[in-house]
């Protein structure tokens, strides 16, 4: 059994009453979650503030 | 050869994919002033690549974002690897083959026989460099008091279609100060379209870090490929007419699959299936 077998055998009888797809859905939640604090700490307005405004490394003048 | 039509499965991916490109890229204004959009709306990661230096871009590249705050405020932004997590282990790589813009611009591009080459094992590890770089380099590499975005400076030929020619070709000011770095990018951008017509999804299968990152998720993603082992008869048809040469008969959800879903027309005894599970039930599986 290899390490990701042995981890997700591991992990799935903790994460039994999941279904048989507790990694994806705990990994989904777990994006969603940390979208959410992301959001909830400011990231959201820095990554507005980074957008709005012409990247010149990103077009190649910087 | 079994080949896919225009027809059922591929038109619908081909209709998604430009309403894709034009939804992200709806601020035509931009286009015609070559300013950028600066409403709310660009605030919000889109799944994929789509540079926000592009005047018609409405939301935010994630790996634009991420390597910008790294590099400028060394945040590594929970928002955008939340999304781009959520992302993951939603679909895998299906926001490559359905919603990207340059992958589409790519799959344009690619004569018919472009379908058949494969690629070495080393040449696409490169991509997974890429990501890892992408990550670091922001941090450690900095150049004046902040870190560079080094993905976007200087590789992502996405960027330096959607933005840099666009802008530069458009204000002068930023003409004035083209130099060795626009060439660079610009060298590129050149060598990936020269191979798109000959190799399928160049970029994605070898430099694209974004698709390296939902890659790694395939194979544990909520949405992904199911093979009925009861009724696969071995015939090789879903690996013959796999555009990224995924041994789909092995492993239907190998890193390369960018879920264009051809296989799972493909297969004449209806073995492969795009399949999900709701929590607590059973499965939930769809037929083409």
Same mark, same amino acid.
């Given at each position: 059994?290899?390490?990701?077998?042995?981890?997700?055998?591991?992990?799935?009888?903790?994460?039994?009453?999941?279904?048989?797809?507790?990694?994806?859905?705990?990994?989904?939640?777990?994006?969603?979650?940390?979208?959410?604090?992301?959001?909830?700490?400011?990231?959201?307005?820095?990554?507005?503030?980074?957008?709005?405004?012409?990247?010149?490394?990103?077009?190649?003048?910087? | 050869?079994?080949?896919?039509?225009?027809?059922?499965?591929?038109?619908?991916?081909? %209709?998604?994919?430009?309403?894709? &490109?034009?939804?992200? /890229?709806?601020?035509?204004?931009?286009?015609?002033?070559? %300013?950028?959009?600066?409403? @709310?709306?660009?605030?919000? $990661?889109?799944?994929?690549?789509?540079?926000?230096? $592009?005047?018609?871009?409405?939301?935010?590249?994630?790996?634009?974002?991420?390597? /910008?705050?790294?590099?400028?405020?060394?945040? =590594?932004?929970?928002?955008?690897?939340?999304?781009?997590?959520?992302?993951?282990?939603?679909?895998?790589?299906?926001?490559?083959?359905?919603?990207?813009?340059?992958? &589409?611009?790519?799959?344009?591009?690619?004569?018919?026989?472009?379908?058949?080459?494969?690629?070495?094992? =080393?040449?696409?590890?490169?991509?997974?460099?890429?990501?890892?770089?992408?990550?670091?380099?922001?941090?450690?590499?900095?150049?004046?008091?902040?870190?560079?975005?080094?993905?976007?400076?200087?590789?992502?030929?996405?960027?330096?279609?959607?933005?840099?020619?666009? &802008?530069?070709?458009?204000?002068?000011?930023?003409?004035?100060?083209?130099?060795?770095?626009?060439?660079?990018?610009?060298?590129?951008?050149? =060598?990936?379209?020269?191979?798109? @017509?000959?190799?399928?999804?160049?970029?994605?299968? %070898?430099? $694209?870090?974004?698709?390296?990152?939902?890659?790694?998720?395939?194979?544990?993603?909520?949405?992904?490929?199911?093979?009925?082992?009861?009724?696969?008869?071995?015939?090789?048809?879903?690996?013959?007419?796999?555009?990224?040469?995924?041994?789909?008969?092995?492993?239907? /959800?190998?890193?390369?699959?960018?879920?264009?879903?051809?296989?799972?027309?493909?297969? @004449?005894?209806?073995? &492969?299936?795009?399949?999900?599970?709701?929590?607590?039930?059973?499965?939930?599986?769809?037929? /083409?």
């Amino acid at each position: 059994m290899d390490g990701f077998a042995f981890c997700k055998t591991l992990g799935g009888l903790a994460l039994r009453p999941l279904g048989n797809r507790w990694l994806a859905w705990t990994g989904f939640m777990a994006g969603v979650l940390l979208m959410a604090a992301g959001i909830g700490r400011g990231e959201f307005i820095a990554v507005l503030h980074k957008a709005s405004r012409i990247c010149l490394e990103c077009i190649g003048i910087g | 050869m079994v080949r896919v039509g225009p027809g059922g499965l591929g038109r619908i991916r081909r %209709t998604v994919q430009f309403a894709a &490109l034009f939804v992200a /890229n709806a601020y035509w204004p931009g286009l015609a002033r070559t %300013t950028i959009y600066s409403g @709310p709306a660009k605030g919000v $990661c889109v799944p994929f690549l789509n540079c926000y230096s $592009c005047p018609a871009a409405l939301f935010a590249c994630p790996l634009g974002s991420l390597q /910008n705050l790294l590099a400028t405020a060394r945040i =590594l932004s929970v928002y955008v690897g939340g999304m781009m997590l959520a992302a993951g282990f939603a679909a895998g790589r299906l926001f490559c083959g359905w919603l990207c813009p340059f992958g &589409l611009f790519q799959e344009v591009l690619a004569l018919p026989r472009a379908r058949h080459v494969r690629l070495p094992r =080393l040449v696409r590890t490169v991509k997974y460099v890429l990501l890892a770089l992408v990550v670091v380099l922001p941090v450690v590499w900095v150049s004046s008091g902040a870190g560079v975005p080094f993905f976007c400076k200087f590789i992502c030929p996405a960027g330096t279609l959607e933005g840099g020619l666009v &802008l530069v070709l458009g204000r002068p000011e930023f003409r004035a100060n083209v130099g060795w770095l626009f060439v660079w990018k610009v060298a590129v951008l050149a =060598l990936f379209l020269a191979l798109m @017509p000959f190799v399928y999804r160049v970029f994605c299968r %070898t430099a $694209c870090p974004l698709g390296a990152f939902y890659g790694l998720f395939n194979r544990v993603s909520l949405w992904r490929i199911e093979r009925d082992t009861g009724r696969c008869k071995g015939c090789g048809t879903c690996v013959e007419v796999c555009p990224v040469g995924v041994p789909v008969t092995e492993n239907p /959800n190998h890193p390369e699959c960018i879920r264009c879903l051809e296989c799972t027309k493909a297969c @004449p005894y209806g073995a &492969l299936v795009f399949a999900m599970a709701e929590v607590g039930k059973q499965e939930v599986k769809l037929r /083409n």
